[in-house]
């Protein structure tokens, strides 16, 4: 089956600086790639997406690439702020099976 | 408001004590999906809908079962709950039958099997 891997699973950073997650799949034929945020006790919500006709997507201090080449695509948050210290998830879509697979997760802490 | 709504949000029951978890969305959305949520396992697909009366197995299917008699419905069944299901699961919708639009998501049901 599609496997997603993320990494790292664990990464701390000061407030301001940037932040780097990376993501890898293995079915080509993915063409939609999410990236969600979930805070501690809450629902993951759709923070940015990208779909496989597009390389880069910005939305403010987020961005996505994607490389369709290498099967990888990454999320960058610049500037990061406190609020920003959850756990983020990737995930890829296999359009000919209709299923989607997330990656183990990524735990954000931005330390003031 | 737009949302997808899980009942119950907590549960404590026991091995073999058949349960639903009911989730229902008012967004007029034709994909539905349940995951179970696992400490470094991320988000696992249990089941989904593409519409209704269309179901199919995700990843993680064995132990549950599910329905979809009408669009806004999907209840999540365990008809022989064990422990190894004591999880985090969320229900899921996305507007399109295709898996290139965005999910979301209610709130979450914790349920612990004793």
């Known amino acids: 089956g599609e496997n997603v891997e993320q990494h790292p699973s664990t990464l701390s950073v000061q407030e301001g600086d940037s932040a780097v997650i990376k993501c890898t799949y293995s079915?080509?034929?993915?063409?939609?790639f999410p990236w969600y945020k979930q805070e501690l006790g809450k629902r993951p919500q759709l923070i940015i997406d990208i779909r496989s006709n597009v390389g880069e997507k910005k939305d403010q201090r987020i961005a996505v690439t994607l490389n369709k080449t290498a099967k990888h695509f990454s999320l960058h948050i610049t500037e990061t702020q406190p609020e920003d210290s959850a756990v983020y998830f990737c995930a890829a879509n296999r359009p000919n099976f209709n299923k989607f697979y997330f990656g183990s997760g990524t735990k954000l802490n931005v330390k003031p | 408001e737009a949302q997808v709504t899980q009942n119950p949000r907590y549960l404590i029951t026991v091995t073999g004590k058949k349960l639903t978890v009911t989730c229902s969305q008012n967004?007029?959305?034709?994909?539905m999906s349940w995951y179970r949520q696992d400490p470094g396992l991320g988000l696992r697909q249990i089941y989904y809908?593409?519409?209704?009366?269309?179901?199919d197995k995700g990843d993680v299917p064995e132990g549950y079962k599910v329905s979809r008699k009408e669009k806004r419905n999907f209840p999540l069944i365990l008809e022989s709950p064990s422990p190894n299901q004591t999880s985090l699961y969320f229900c899921a919708s996305s507007p399109s039958t295709g898996t290139n639009q965005p999910q979301h998501f209610g709130d979450g049901t914790r349920l612990s099997i004793l």
């Open positions: 079915d080509s034929a993915s063409n939609y």
């Open positions: 967004m007029n959305h034709e994909y």
């Open positions: 809908s593409m519409n209704v009366e269309v179901t």
